[in-house]
């Protein structure tokens, strides 16, 4: 009779366990995470520092991180209002990025897969986009078909968008983003 509660007490915690677990692995890229702005990077994830989550993260997805030495990718789920990114609205990615060598932007669904759509366009490059007068990016994300650096969503609901930076000259030492400089997301119009 003593050992009812006992059993019970151990498999709530057993389950409890898992449960977070898997939380930490399938919804997070690690513990050890920089923001700037919208954007967050994870600069350790793809070296012999990175924390036990982040490893077994990917390790899951089969997903290759970035060295630190070679790059660094960004992540934003969410506008600069803090706003989840829908893909239904339109989204502007405008402002000034860190100097890099090359660096991409790509737009995602929630679960981190290219949308299909005709103009087969998922993203930009340094070398493609067409930059303002005074170097920044100005793209949009829309459902609708615009002049410009305009990348399709499909009218997915959930979205995030990927910014890799590559050969790029600054270092991450808080979790402030180590005053990278990223493009503001602003979410203009929704039906």
Request: aromatic share 8%; charged share 20%.
């Amino acid at each position: 009779m003593r050992l009812l509660p006992l059993a019970f007490t151990l498999a709530a915690a057993a389950a409890l366990g898992l449960a977070a677990t898997y939380a930490a692995v399938t919804q997070s890229r690690g513990l050890d995470v920089v923001s700037a702005g919208a954007w967050q990077g994870w600069p350790r994830s793809g070296t012999t520092q990175a924390d036990p989550y982040a490893r077994a993260g990917f390790a899951r997805s089969g997903e290759l991180p970035l060295e630190l030495a070679d790059g660094l990718m960004f992540l934003a789920t969410h506008d600069s209002a803090g706003a989840p990114l829908d893909g239904r609205c339109d989204l502007r990615i405008s402002g000034p990025l860190p100097q890099a060598r090359v660096w991409t932007l790509t737009l995602m669904d929630a679960e981190g897969r290219l949308i299909a759509n005709d103009a087969e366009r998922y993203g930009f490059t340094s070398n493609e986009v067409v930059y303002r007068q005074d170097g920044t990016i100005d793209i949009v994300l829309s459902p609708r078909a615009r002049a410009g650096n305009w990348i399709p969503t499909g009218a997915r609901g959930r979205v995030k968008v990927a910014l890799r930076l590559y050969d790029a000259p600054f270092s991450f030492s808080s979790d402030t983003g180590g005053g990278a400089d990223l493009p503001r997301i602003a979410t203009e119009r929704c039906p």
